[in-house]
Structures are given as structure tokens and as C-alpha cells.
Nanobody, 116 residues
Framework: QVQLVESGGGLVQPGGSLRLSCAASGNILSIYVMSWYRQAPGKQREFVAAITSGGTTNYADSVKGRFTISRNYTRNTMFLQMNTLKPEDTAVYYC??????????WGQGTQVTVSS
């Protein structure tokens, strides 16, 4: 089992920045990919960014150039640096972990609201 706990969400003005964190515990060695997803009100959950155990990253087109995913392997923590935030980035952001081709574990989510 793996436990994921997100933090760092909040209210920010358009153009501002936030840094989300995801702390992982448990059977961490089984994790191959860690990801961020988000879900806006009335919409389906969507992929935001991912990072493999080898450090390869992937981003949704909507966040490329604005968001950066990183991972601290020593502290078992993943981050999402979000810059130049837009109102359409408003959503609950979820941390996810996979040991194979599908997501095995989800965090509880953290709210990000971009509004003036």
C-alpha cells in the first residue's frame, strides 16, 4: 500500500504562482510513475503532469511552459510548481501513483482557486 497526501493549494490571483506537494509513504519502491491530475467543477478528471522514477516528465498541452513537475527521491515527495496561473486552472488537484500502466493510488486532493 502507498499513501499520498497533497498540500499547498489555496487562492491565488491570475498570473500568480503556487507550489503543490505530494508526500508519499508506504511501499514506495513499487512506484514507477507519479502524476498530478485535476478536476474542475462539472468536468471530468484530467491529466496534468507526470514524472517517472527515472526523471522523465510529461505535461498536458494546457500547462506546458507554465507548470513544472519534480520529485525529491530522498524525501519521497513530488512537487508541482504552477506559474502564470489562469482562472481555468481552478480545480481540485490530485496526486497519483502507479506501479504499472494504470493508476494504483490517489491522494485526497487539494483545492486550487485562481480568481481576482
Amino acid at each position: 500500500q502507498v499513501q499520498l497526501v497533497e498540500s499547498g493549494g489555496g487562492l491565488v490571483q491570475p498570473g500568480g504562482s503556487l507550489r503543490l506537494s505530494c508526500a508519499a509513504s508506504g511501499n514506495i519502491l513499487s512506484i514507477y510513475v507519479m502524476s498530478w491530475y485535476r478536476q474542475a467543477p462539472g468536468k471530468q478528471r484530467e491529466f496534468v503532469a507526470a514524472i517517472t522514477s527515472g526523471g522523465t516528465t510529461n505535461y498536458a498541452d494546457s500547462v506546458k511552459g507554465r507548470f513544472t513537475i519534480s520529485r525529491n527521491y530522498t524525501r519521497n515527495t513530488m512537487f508541482l510548481q504552477m506559474n502564470t496561473l489562469k482562472p481555468e486552472d481552478t480545480a481540485v488537484y490530485y496526486c497519483a501513483a502507479a506501479s504499472g500502466p494504470s493508476i494504483d493510488y490517489w491522494g485526497q486532493g487539494t483545492q486550487v482557486t485562481v480568481s481576482s
